[in-house]
């Protein structure tokens, strides 16, 4: 079995996502757990509020009632990951949580993919090209064309570049970092 570790959604009762963020931590220190439950996380975002003539930055959860916890887990023969019990009664047992996401509360780990749309872990990516530069696409529905880089958004993940498509049009496509890469000389 191997030791790897796996994003969970916890359900919280509205307004005690801090709380129950809080109360995991402070179990998770007391009991020395850290090698177990490995980080609580709440997705937030930051919003410009405008209340009369007043402009101020506020911090939104972007999923109300809803905890992220990173928890360490082991696989079995079936590639099937799974959390130790006691991290599992540690999380389900917190007061404020109501359970986990899943069918029939099962505890049942987000995707890569899920993780990343989510922004909960950023992936880093080389940008080992620049405005200007001569691209190959390698996404699949523009694998195998060239274009031109025309603007890149490390922040956002995405780079813009001109396709020369069909018949000569060229057309402004954007796409992900990992997506293009520089043509070798």
């Known amino acids: 079995m191997s030791v790897d570790s796996r ?3 916890i359900h919280t009762y509205s307004g005690y996502e801090n ?3 809080a109360n995991i931590e402070k179990i998770v220190e007391n009991r020395r757990m850290g090698d177990q439950i490995l980080e609580v996380r709440i997705p937030t975002e930051k919003v410009t509020e405008i209340v009369g003539d007043k402009k101020r930055e506020v911090e939104r959860k972007l999923f109300p009632g809803y905890v992220l916890v990173k928890v360490a887990v082991t696989f079995d023969e079936k590639d099937n990951p799974s959390m130790s019990d006691d991290a599992w009664f540690v999380i389900r ?3 404020g949580v109501t359970g986990f996401v ?7 780990p ?3 993919e899920e993780v990343l749309k989510l922004g909960v872990e950023k992936r880093s990516v080389e940008v080992n090209y620049k405005v200007g530069d001569m691209v190959n696409i390698i996404d ?4 195998g064309f060239t274009g031109k880089v025309e603007e890149i958004d490390v922040d956002k993940n995405l780079v813009r570049v001109t396709v020369s498509a069909l018949f ?3 057309t402004m496509v954007e796409l992900e970092l990992d997506q293009v890469e ?3 000389d």
């Open 182 to 184: 520089p043509i070798s």
């Open 102 to 108: 899943g069918p029939d509360s099962k505890a049942i």
């Open 140 to 143: 699949e529905i523009f694998d």
């Open 7 to 9: 994003w969970y959604v």
């Open 93 to 95: 047992n917190t007061r």
């Open 110 to 112: 987000l995707s890569d």
């Open 19 to 21: 709380k129950v963020a």
């Open 168 to 170: 000569g049009k060229e």
